[in-house]
């Protein structure tokens, strides 16, 4: 397990900006061993939990041509027909993983594939399973194309989250399992299946990105 690159700053900022409040407040509760004791944990606590934030976790992907894996750590909590409107227009079936902020944060590639579609919208911070929130929050929209289909991948933020990190460009390979992005305190991540495609979760199972297969291509 090591930290994620995009932590780095934020880690920083919070670790001096406790020290700063710690130091600040010494003066006024130095007569008081369980106040010192009290905050010090509270900031503790608080470092502890930015920290957990950007954890990274090494895994080892076993990559297959058939097999669409979890681009997120988190819960399934939407898997549906639906009108995808933004590139394919047309009838796909959404699987949808909700990123608590207790969930690893990385985003990888389902699948490999050459990079047809790479978009970033603003939009609002509605909470992650508000109906509106695939088309009006911040979001980006990225399709994975190879020789078994299309795919797309849409990375929204949530009421907590406020910043996505998106890597891929047009025109782009990506590999089976690549980081494609990072999702600030967590969020939702959308996925955009062909029709046919054998969905292998179900509503309310918890995934593992990059190691729990999503979908397998018929």
Same mark, same amino acid.
């Given at each position: 397990?090591?930290?994620?690159?995009? !932590?780095? =700053?934020? *880690?920083?900022?919070?670790?001096?900006?406790?020290?700063?409040?710690?130091?600040?407040?010494?003066?006024?509760?130095?007569?008081?061993?369980?106040?010192?004791?009290?905050?010090?944990?509270?900031?503790? %606590?608080? %470092?502890?939990?930015?920290?957990?934030?950007?954890?990274?976790?090494? =895994? @080892?992907?076993?990559?297959? +041509?058939?097999?669409?894996?979890?681009?997120?750590?988190? /819960?399934?909590?939407?898997?549906?027909?639906? @009108?995808?409107? +933004?590139?394919? /227009?047309?009838?796909? *079936?959404?699987?949808? *993983? %909700?990123?608590?902020?207790?969930?690893?944060?990385?985003?990888?590639?389902?699948?490999? !594939?050459?990079?047809?579609?790479? /978009?970033?919208?603003?939009?609002?911070?509605?909470?992650?399973?508000?109906? &509106?929130?695939?088309?009006?929050? @911040?979001?980006?929209?990225?399709?994975?194309?190879?020789? &078994?289909?299309?795919?797309?991948?849409?990375? #929204?933020?949530?009421?907590?989250?406020? =910043?996505? #990190?998106?890597?891929?460009?047009?025109?782009?390979? %990506?590999?089976?399992?690549? @980081?494609?992005?990072?999702? &600030?305190?967590? $969020?939702?991540?959308?996925?955009?299946?062909?029709?046919?495609?054998? #969905?292998?979760? /179900?509503?309310?199972?918890?995934? $593992? !990105?990059?190691?729990?297969?999503?979908? &397998?291509?018929?």
């Amino acid at each position: 397990m090591t930290i994620h690159k995009e !932590g780095y =700053r934020i *880690i920083a900022v919070t670790f001096i900006g406790l020290l700063i409040f710690n130091l600040a407040l010494r003066p006024f509760i130095m007569k008081f061993p369980e106040a010192q004791i009290t905050v010090g944990l509270i900031s503790l %606590f608080l %470092f502890l939990l930015v920290l957990q934030f950007f954890r990274s976790p090494k =895994r @080892e992907l076993k990559t297959d +041509e058939n097999l669409v894996y979890c681009p997120a750590d988190g /819960k399934v909590v939407v898997i549906e027909e639906v @009108e995808e409107t +933004e590139y394919f /227009k047309d009838k796909r *079936i959404q699987v949808s *993983i %909700f990123m608590s902020p207790l969930n690893v944060h990385v985003n990888w590639a389902p699948i490999a !594939g050459l990079v047809k579609y790479m /978009k970033y919208h603003a939009g609002k911070y509605l909470v992650a399973w508000h109906p &509106k929130s695939s088309t009006e929050n @911040e979001r980006t929209t990225l399709v994975l194309e190879n020789e &078994k289909a299309a795919v797309l991948i849409r990375q #929204i933020a949530g009421a907590v989250a406020r =910043r996505i #990190i998106y890597y891929p460009e047009e025109g782009e390979n %990506f590999k089976q399992g690549e @980081e494609i992005g990072f999702i &600030k305190f967590g $969020s939702r991540v959308d996925v955009f299946l062909p029709i046919g495609t054998e #969905i292998m979760v /179900k509503i309310d199972d918890k995934v $593992s !990105g990059k190691l729990t297969p999503l979908a &397998k291509f018929s």
